[in-house]
Structure formats: C-alpha cells, structure tokens
C-alpha cells in the first residue's frame, strides 16, 4: 500500500491575494511533477486536499494527469494545524493508492507519526510542489518509498 503526500505548490503572496491561489511557478512545478509521475507510471485511486485553494488547486493539476476519472476532495483534518490521528488512523485502514495535498507543519507531522509513532520526530523534509511517497509493508510498518521535487525534473517531463 502506498500513499502520497505532496505539499500544495507554490501560492502567490497574501498581500496579492488572501485566497492564496497557486502562482504561476506553482502551477508549473505541479504541472511538470504530475506529469513525471505519469510517465513513471504512477495511478491514484483517491484524491484529499484540505479545501484551501492552493491545496484544492495542486490536487486537482495531479489528479488530471495521474487518473482523470476520479475527482479531488475536500476533506477535514488535512488543515497546517490540525490533528494529525485522525487522519492517520484513516490511512492505516485504506487499501487504495491515496494523494494527499496539504500543508505544513500537518504532512510533516504526518508522516512522522506514521514513520516513527511520534509526530515530533522530524523524519522527511517537505518541499513546495514535491511527492513523498511512503509505504507500508506486510507488518503495517511505513517507510519511504521515494520522493520527487520540482528542482529535480525541470525541464525534464
């Protein structure tokens, strides 16, 4: 089983707009890394984000490259401070390839808590517009698989 969790692009500024929307680069570096990921071969069965434009806006540029027939959606929990147990316990149950497009400090947080039961221990470094992906073995441990940025395939996809 294996999830993935990407940090929204990069948003314009606040002082541009409140609403935060992806800028022009973030919609680029999010275009290019979906599109890496297609041609890896990369399929996701289900799509969250947090409801905040950018997050909304970065899931919906992956999921039109990695499995146009599902839609992105909402979901409560996936907020920069919000809880991460909740979330955690509903991706230890689920069996279907997951994209999360969230925020930090929570998908750092996350994956801590996931990785090492402990959500304070720092266990991968997120970046603007990249994919962790972790996986869980036969045991229901989790580790990581692999990461993807966007420094890394500029101009490459």
Known sequence: MRIYLMQHGKPVPKEEDPDRPLSDGGKGDVGRVSEFLRKSGLIVQEAFHSGKTRTRQT????????????????????????????????????????????????????????????????????????VVCLEKDDEGRWSVAWMVVPEIIKGSA
Do not use: C, T, W, Y
């Open 59 to 130: 899931a919906e540029i992956m999921v039109s490259q990695l499995n146009p027939n599902i839609k992105a959606q909402a979901r409560a929990g996936l907020s920069p401070l919000d809880d991460v147990k909740e979330i955690a316990s509903q991706i230890k149950g689920a069996d279907k390839a997951l994209l999360i497009a969230g925020h930090l400090p929570h998908l750092g947080k996350l994956a801590s808590l996931l990785i090492a039961g402990d959500e304070g221990v720092p266990v991968v470094s997120f970046q603007q517009g990249g």
